[in-house]
């Protein structure tokens, strides 16, 4: 957006990425009850949300949608900050597990998103 952007635009996609960030959040809630060890949870979380952002990237374009999915529910789905204190929290135990853990979560991050952009792309697309 910029500052020529209607202020009832810029409202709207805030309220947008906030009920966006509420469903996310409700569904990583759910994720973490059926998958209740903090690692794992998060670690599936933030890689599954790394793959649909990568299609929805590649699929959508800048748009109300990409910003309610992509920004507020993915944005809400994903946790950064519990991939923190899981990190330093498997810091204490096992530095090997912790590095296995950011390695797994960074790298896997990485490739899932590009493969997600791959899959979004249309077929003959450049």
């Known amino acids: 957006m910029t500052s020529s952007t209607p202020a009832s635009a810029v409202l709207r996609r805030a309220a ?3 009920l966006g960030g509420m469903l996310g959040t409700a569904a990583r809630m759910g994720l973490g009850l059926l998958i ?3 690692p794992v949870g998060v670690l599936v ?3 599954v949300g ?5 299609i929805l990237t590649a699929r959508l374009p800048a748009s109300d949608l990409r910003v309610f999915l992509g920004t507020g529910l993915l944005g809400g789905f994903t946790t950064y900050s519990s991939f923190m204190v899981d990190s330093v929290q498997l810091w204490a135990s096992s530095a090997l597990l912790a590095a296995g853990y950011v390695a797994l979560t960074l790298l ?6 590009a493969l997600g952009l791959h899959l979004g792309r249309k ?3 450049a």
Do not use: E, F, Y
């Not at 790394?50 to 990568?54: E, F, K, P, R, T």
């Not at 896997?108 to 998103?113: D, M, N, P």
């Open 50 to 54: 790394a793959l649909v952002l990568g």
């Open 108 to 113: 896997g991050g990485i490739a899932l998103a």
């Open 36 to 38: 209740p060890d903090a």
């Open 123 to 125: 077929r003959g697309a």
């Open 45 to 47: 979380a933030n890689l």
């Open 16 to 18: 947008l990425v906030a």
